[in-house]
């Protein structure tokens, strides 16, 4: 048979973008289907606009600290409109290479909905039927609202960004990452935060200590942690504002409440079932080891099998599928020891093994070793805060098989050292490096 197009792309994200580009360089004729911007969720509403709002978030306790360096500051205000219009400004910017990073590799770009119509065809929103040798599936993931009375009063990730005015206060339902973020951003900039969840811990999959750390830290800044929290509803009160109704866990006045309980691949309509495409319970497309669905010409990459759902892992699957189906190189995704992090405040970051897990897994022969010390950068400013890192090792040759952190700067320190994991180097290696003093990091060496 010949077809209109030799690989057709469903979501111009992180994963479809690399995976566009990778097929066109080994010389597939390639088109691209977005129904809303280039760039998916992390470069247009996710991670990278999340980034800026983090690092603009950081002034607050600088700026109040600036005169022990010796600053004098005076009167500092904060302009929510000015920042979001920058932010949204760099995502154009961003948006517009990866649009050109498309256009370079000669993709078609097909700005509207489509849907898979059958193994090999897929039908665009203008009623338009193209047939394509492959077809990738890469729409990612959509954040989950509950299924409770008033739930429609409530907001997103997707809408945060977009706020005209910040609220003055705030409840973030939710317990991941996207929780924990927003919770110390809104608080930096002066929004009176409430986190609930219906769990009795935060950041479930991160090592316990480390998350019992930050949930001290959290509190003391003074942002209210609420857990065993089952919120039953939400109603507009006559004066505009919502009431968060917990049942017998009490009731939250706020000004805004954001949905923060998780992302579920966004199948829903996308035509797969008649296609005959198999999808898991949570509407996550099952793929094989090389991203293949059942139907032998369809593929999914990134957040849509709910696999990993990180920007990086996307990436990776996308230019491996790439290889593997284009360019005569199988390739698969290894996803044991995928460094993560929280940008909260302070920012924590693991990889490989926590502490429980090492445990069950290895037993008795699981060493911790730790450093709990004070940022020198916190000293000189009067900040209390302290950091921790952490150590997991297994077998008589203490093979470092998890590093946890948490303090400033955790996740680009992690970056590095998260190679000594993935390499199974052994607590002697790190004993053996000389320290790079003064610094933070100098700590994974000095353990103990």
Request: charged letters at 20%; proline letters at 4%; one cysteine or more.
């Amino acid at each position: 048979m010949t077809f209109d197009f030799d690989l057709f792309i469903i979501g111009a994200g992180s994963g479809g973008v690399r995976a566009a580009r990778v097929a066109a360089q080994h010389g597939a004729k390639v088109a691209v289907a977005e129904e809303y911007r280039v760039g998916g969720t992390c470069v247009i509403r996710g991670c990278v606009p999340k980034k800026m709002l983090v690092y603009g978030a950081h002034f607050a306790e600088d700026l109040h600290e600036a005169a022990r360096f010796g600053w004098d500051i005076g009167s500092a205000e904060f302009n929510w409109p000015r920042l979001r219009d920058i932010v949204q400004d760099d995502v154009a910017r961003l948006e517009g290479l990866y649009t050109q990073t498309l256009n370079n590799n000669h993709a078609t770009i097909f700005a509207e909905r489509a849907i898979v119509a059958g193994p090999n065809v897929v039908r665009l929103a203008s009623g338009q039927e193209i047939s394509a040798r492959y077809i990738l599936i890469a729409v990612g993931a959509w954040p989950a609202i509950p299924d409770v009375p008033g739930a429609e009063l409530g907001i997103t990730s997707n809408e945060i960004f977009h706020l005209d005015a910040l609220p003055k206060r705030a409840v973030i339902a939710g317990a991941g990452y996207i929780a924990n973020e927003f919770a110390g951003i809104l608080h930096a900039f002066g929004v009176d935060v409430t986190v609930v969840t219906r769990g009795d811990r935060m950041l479930r999959g991160y090592d316990t200590e480390i998350v019992d750390r930050l949930v001290g830290m959290t509190t003391a800044k003074g942002i209210d942690l609420r857990f065993n929290y089952p919120l039953k509803s939400v109603t507009r009160q006559a004066d505009g504002s919502l009431l968060v109704d917990g049942g017998d866990a009490g009731q939250i006045e706020t000004d805004l409440l954001l949905w923060a309980i998780g992302r579920t691949p966004k199948t829903p309509g996308l035509g797969l079932e008649a296609a005959g495409v198999a999808l898991d319970a949570d509407g996550a497309v099952i793929v094989d080891g090389h991203s293949c669905t059942n139907v032998p010409s369809i593929y999914a990459v990134g957040d849509v099998t709910n696999r990993v759902q990180l920007t990086p892992v996307a990436i990776r699957e996308g230019h491996a599928f790439a290889d593997t189906v284009f360019g005569n190189a199988p390739r698969t995704v290894d996803y044991q020891s995928i460094p993560t992090a929280v940008f909260s405040s302070p920012p924590l970051a693991g990889v490989g093994l926590t502490e429980d897990e090492a445990r069950a897994q290895y037993g008795d022969s699981v060493k911790i070793f730790r450093s709990d010390f004070r940022p020198m950068k916190n000293v000189v400013s009067g900040r209390m805060e302290r950091g921790l890192y952490k150590m997991v090792t297994a077998g008589a040759d203490e093979r470092v098989v998890g590093l946890h952190l948490i303090g400033p700067d955790s996740a680009e320190i992690l970056q590095a050292a998260a190679i000594a994991v993935k390499a199974g180097l052994t607590k002697q290696a790190f004993d053996d490096t000389v320290a790079l003093h003064p610094s933070m990091a100098e700590e994974l060496v000095l353990l103990k």
